[in-house]
């Protein structure tokens, strides 16, 4: 069990789930852990919420665990980026506690398969209809975190919305009792979310990212203008067949909550738009609050 002592806090790492549950069953009961699920090489996004989690509870674990199960595609596995010492190295700064970073064995033993969800309707649409079984991938490991570690409260990101919604209704169904907190979406300067995938982008992919969010914003300014929602999906459809570098996988707008796509507003509900783009073979997603 090594034990990280730079930056003069100290922070575990565990590879195995029973030494990891010795450890937090000695957290009182009346003090709480806070989890932070990531798939690593981490960036300021993730980091943010580790400083929400650390405000929250007093202690806070995170994980760093590259689950296969939600990988529809094996190259995307493949090619996802890893980079564990500058991980905890910046989880140690940012005053982290505890890190679990688990193999594949030790989670899933000798099956390495997602159980079967059903969540309606909010699985079969963007990242659902796009990336099959994705879902069910993250639903599993979500759960299968939950159990082992047992947190008070779970941090996850705006950024990932619809994987966000999923969980809270795995959490319904499986009657569970940690809270779900959500974080806004950390962006660089020129307003590309962050992502662990930006690394993979080159000089050229990444000059022309920005207009990602842009079309984002320019949706929610259409929106704030009165226009209806097929007039500005088909704005955003015509920026992107002129954009070379970049292609519009889809560009979606529905309710926060169902996620159900929307054909047009009913003059009430919360509504987001929803983006995913190819930049290269590297997909980006992103999406807005329109009001
Ligand atoms: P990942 O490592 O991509 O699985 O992400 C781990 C967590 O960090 C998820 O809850 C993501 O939604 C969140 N996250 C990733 N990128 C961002 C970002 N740019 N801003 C806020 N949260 C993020």
Redesign the pocket.
């Given at each position: 069990m090594p034990l990280l002592t730079i930056f003069n806090t100290e922070m575990e790492v565990f590879e195995k789930v029973d030494f990891l549950q010795e450890k937090l069953a000695k957290i009182d009961s009346n003090q709480n852990l806070g989890l932070?699920?990531?798939?690593?090489?981490l960036?300021q996004?993730?980091l943010?919420?580790i400083e929400r989690a650390k405000k929250d509870n007093e202690f806070v674990l995170a994980t760093i665990f590259v689950n296969p199960t939600q990988f529809d595609k094996a190259d995307d596995l493949i090619n996802y980026p890893k980079d564990l010492d500058r991980d905890l190295s910046l989880l140690e700064k940012a005053g982290c506690n505890y890190v679990f970073v688990p193999s594949v064995q030790e989670v899933y033993g000798e099956n390495v398969v997602a159980e079967d969800y059903d969540f309606g309707p909010m699985d079969k649409v963007m990242e659902g209809r796009y990336r099959s079984g994705h879902f069910d991938g993250v639903a599993t490991i979500v759960h299968r975190l939950f159990e082992i570690a047992k947190p008070n409260r779970a941090?996850?990101?705006?950024?990932?919305y619809q994987?966000l919604a999923i969980i809270k209704a795995m959490v319904r169904q499986r009657s569970m009792s940690v809270e779900i907190v959500p974080?806004?979406?950390?962006?660089e300067t020129d307003g590309l979310?962050?992502?662990?995938r930006n690394v993979r982008l080159d000089d050229r992919q990444r000059q022309a990212t920005p207009f990602i969010y842009q079309n984002l914003e320019a949706a929610k300014v259409l929106f704030e203008a009165g226009q209806d929602l097929d007039s500005i999906r088909k704005a955003v459809q015509l920026g992107f067949d002129q954009n070379p570098l970049l292609e519009l996988e889809y560009f979606e707008i529905a309710d926060q909550d169902q996620l159900l796509p929307q054909k047009t507003w009913d003059g009430q509900s919360k509504i987001r738009a929803f983006i995913a783009v190819f930049a290269g073979q590297v997909r980006l997603i992103d999406n807005i609050a329109l009001n």
């Open positions: 932070v699920p990531t798939m690593g090489a960036h996004g993730h943010s919420l941090y996850f990101g705006e950024k990932d994987q974080c806004p979406i950390l962006r979310a962050m992502s662990s």
